[in-house]
Nanobody
Framework: QVQLVESGGGLVQAGGSLRLSCAAS????????MGWYRQAPGKQRELVAS???????NYADSVKGRFTISRNNAKMTVYLQMNSLKSEDTAVYYC?????????WGQGTQVTVSS
């Protein structure tokens, strides 16, 4: 059973920073594409950032220049560094792994940005 465990969420003031981590297990992490999604109350889940097995990254326009996704294959962990946080970044953040035709999700971690 693939496991993705997110951590690092919390309450932060606008303009502050947080770093989310997602530790993976029971998956060929180095060849998996990884992504961070978020879902705010009453809204659909949306892609925040993704990173391919080769390290190519993609960001939602709303977070470009503020968020950075990275991965450490030796630690089987993907990170999301979030800077200059805004109230509209408040959401549950989910880690996703994609390997071949299968997609896996973590349980989510809450990020709340107070203005």
């Amino acid at each position: 059973q693939v496991q993705l465990v997110e951590s690092g969420g919390g309450l932060v003031q606008a303009g502050g920073s947080l770093r989310l981590s997602c530790a993976a297990s029971r998956i060929s992490f180095s060849i998996s594409a990884m992504g961070w999604y978020r879902q705010a109350p009453g809204k659909q889940r949306e892609l925040v950032a993704s990173i391919s097995s080769g390290g190519s990254t993609n960001y939602a326009d709303s977070v470009k220049g503020r968020f950075t996704i990275s991965r450490n294959n030796a630690k089987m962990t993907v990170y999301l560094q979030m800077n200059s946080l805004k109230s509209e970044d408040t959401a549950v953040y989910y880690c996703q792994a994609t390997l071949w035709q299968s997609t896996y999700w973590g349980q989510g971690t809450q990020v709340t940005v107070s203005s």
